[in-house]
């Protein structure tokens, strides 16, 4: 009896012991292993996360539904990762943690989309609160004087510099001549990647060097790796990791061809109202980009944004952005929309130290 007992109490004992310690150890766990770049798009009645309404200083060329975009539903989409909840976003809250801080977007038109949302987020959390808005050159900056928080955007596609000279535009993927910008911020938030592929009248340069060598053209993901490459030297050079955080955005898929998700005869993305179930396509240029950070001394905080992104076929404006209805774009999000979830991957980073 007295054995059994005991028996007894060493099985509970330790089952009790293997609880405490699954606890524990199962969060961890999902910290690790949790890749929030995994998961699907499920419909959450709570969406969107603000109302452009409420955001009197977006751009027209995101506030798709001001624009005439007829159907709604794309914006009631919430990312659900695989294994793990993203954090609510809860803006009051980011707002006291980035306290005295600067936050600077670095790039295209892409990273304007994302700098346009997370300054919406930020307003709608708190509606009272004063802010400013000002931009100067390719700078743009937004603050929030009661919380002493700075969120600026340089607009910058190459990253690397375009110099004018005799002979014409140079794009120079050994030279960062923008670096004194980027300094001495807290958060930095880098992308580069569709003006690597402009020809013809959208390419802003005639000629491109490296080192002595100045080419007519080449192999654009090469030219990408290269100014990559140069890019991740500029941080590897000045970047304080005590100070400051380095975030790259992935690359944002567009969505001009059908034949991308099985619907051949769709005329770019037009039409499209319901996200497609899955991604299966790495992108060539999310592999480059992978590569260079992966090669890097620093840590550089990826926003695994591309296979989420690339089933939102429904989220661009088409028709009801830039140019109205001459236009087309398949390329910039609509907001609210999927650059919300940018920086919802944004905001889990930021609360995670
Ligand atoms: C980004 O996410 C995709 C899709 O989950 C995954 O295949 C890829 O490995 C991720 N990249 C990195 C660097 O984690
Ligand atoms: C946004 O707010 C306006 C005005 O308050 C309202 O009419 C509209 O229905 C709202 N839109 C969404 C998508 O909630
Ligand atoms: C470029 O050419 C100059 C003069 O010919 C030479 O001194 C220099 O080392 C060269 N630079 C590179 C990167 O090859």
Redo the contacts with the bound molecule.
Sequence with gaps: MAILILLLIVLLVHLHGGAHHREPRGITATRKACDLSQGNWVPDESY?LY????CPFILKQFDC?RNGRPD?NY?KYRWQPKNCNLPRFNGEDLLRRLRGKSILFVGDSLSLNQWQSLTCMLHTAVPRAKYTSVRTGGLSTFTFPKYDVKVMLSRNAFLVDIASERIGRVLKLDSIGDGKRWKGNDILIFDSWHWWLHIGRKQPWDFIREGNHTYKDMDRLVAYEKGLKTWAKWVEDNVNPEKTRVFFQGVSPDHLNGEKWGETKARFCEGQMVPVSGSKHSHPAEIVLQKVLGSMSKRVNLLNITALSDMRKDGHPSLYGFGGKRSMDCSHWCL?GVPDTWNLLLYSALIQN
């Design positions: 969107p109302n452009t309404s409420q539904i709604k914006v609210p």
